[in-house]
């Protein structure tokens, strides 16, 4: 019998960080749950201590064993890009303060490995995260990314890998 492995998937934010835990069996994926942390406006380092003490709180409640966190990319405005890669450090103090390995993929390597196409639209992600997770309804677009960097992370960020596919088929890059 395989090990039980528990994935918290991370898709950093300063208003709205989503979060998604699943566990690996085997090859076999379960969802267990996911959500948004959202941050008041108002001080940077208080919207910080919000994703933290969430965070903090989500990892206590579900004692995961792994993080996988969605990289940084450069935006058009660089105050932006500064400010995500401000709550994205936020989200990795957490993981870290509680001693969790953290693995960090790019959205390419996310939307590839759930998706099977690199430049998938967040809709595609979320409806193939809903699919492999078997979910009743669409989850929050930000918990469907978190759940998607979560399976990268499980399949080892490397395509469709090893993801059940039994009686879907590929068409344009999706499994329909």
Known sequence: MSDVIRILGIDPGLRATGFGILEKTGSKLTY????????????LPLRLKTIIDGLAEIIGDN????????????????????????????????AVMHNLPVSEYTALQVKQAVVGNGHAKKEQVQEMVKRLLRLA????????????CAICHAHGGQGLGLLA?????MKRGRLV
Do not use: W
């Open 32 to 43: 267990i749950t996911s959500g948004c942390i959202r941050t008041a406006s108002g001080e």
């Open 63 to 94: 004692a995961p064993v792994q993080v996988a966190v969605e990289k940084v990319f450069v935006n058009v405005n660089p105050q932006s890009t500064l400010l995500l890669g401000q709550a994205r450090g936020a989200a990795i103090c957490a």
């Open 137 to 148: 309804g669409d989850p929050n677009p930000d918990a469907a990314d978190a759940l998607a």
């Open 165 to 169: 596919t039994a009686g879907y088929r």
